[in-house]
């Protein structure tokens, strides 16, 4: 990564994101870190065995651990699930929300950290609430034709009002917290609260998906503490 010393000075460090975060190379500053209930690997018309093979072989390429040991490990997360994404969403926590969740972990240390969990779902059949679906809302593009193929027909307009306050209490103030809606607490190790943001009553939870947090945490040859 490239760390941002002063207003006219860029340095490249060699070292993990998160461990940047943790150890406090970067100047404190509020972040804003997003997670989403489905992942980012959208195959419709495949099997259950082929989309299994699909994202296992990819987890194996891209982190260059075993194939069986990979297996293992998503059969753990996805345990008792019998949707046939099931293994997409193994890879959408693999690659997206887990990766978000470490980097908030370093972060917290000795940033102020605020995380979200995207919940709503596309009109788009089978996509889900995908990676990436929530910034037409935040930049209230929701017309655009690549929006619609991520949000579908008519997205809620209200959604994209409520997520733009947010998003600017946040620019404003370093706190998400807009007027009206529920307080957003910081994240922390021990809290691991996560704003869950939907078109609806938004909710503060504890360590959502907690126990696929633990379970995938060994897929990961990185220390935040």
Known sequence: PVV?????????????????GRDDVAQPQPHQIAGHQRGDVHQNGLSVADRQRLVVDLVVERGGRPFGAVKAVADRCIAGSTDPKRYVDFAGEFWIRQ???????????????????????????????????????????????????????????????????????????????????????????????????????WRLVNDPKGDDRQILREMYDVDTR
Do not use: C, K
Not at 4 to 20: A, F, N, S, Y
Not at 105 to 131: C, I, K, N, R
Not at 147 to 171: D, K, M
Not at 187 to 193: G, M
């Open 4 to 20: 941002e010393r002063d207003e006219r000075t860029l340095e490249r460090v060699d070292r993990h994101p998160t461990q940047v």
């Open 99 to 201: 990766p978000s969740i470490l980097l908030a972990e370093g972060q917290s240390h000795h940033s102020e950290v605020f995380m979200y969990l995207w919940t709503w779902d596309s009109h788009v059949p089978g996509l889900g609430a995908a990676h990436a679906i929530e910034l037409p809302f935040v930049f209230g593009h929701l017309r655009d034709q690549g929006a619609v193929a991520l949000t579908g027909p008519n997205p809620p307009a209200e959604l994209s009002r409520r997520i733009q306050a947010a998003w600017a209490a946040f620019a404003l103030t370093g706190n998400p917290t807009a007027a009206g809606e529920t307080p957003w607490p910081r994240y922390t190790t021990a809290s691991r609260a996560t704003m869950l943001l939907t078109d609806g009553p």
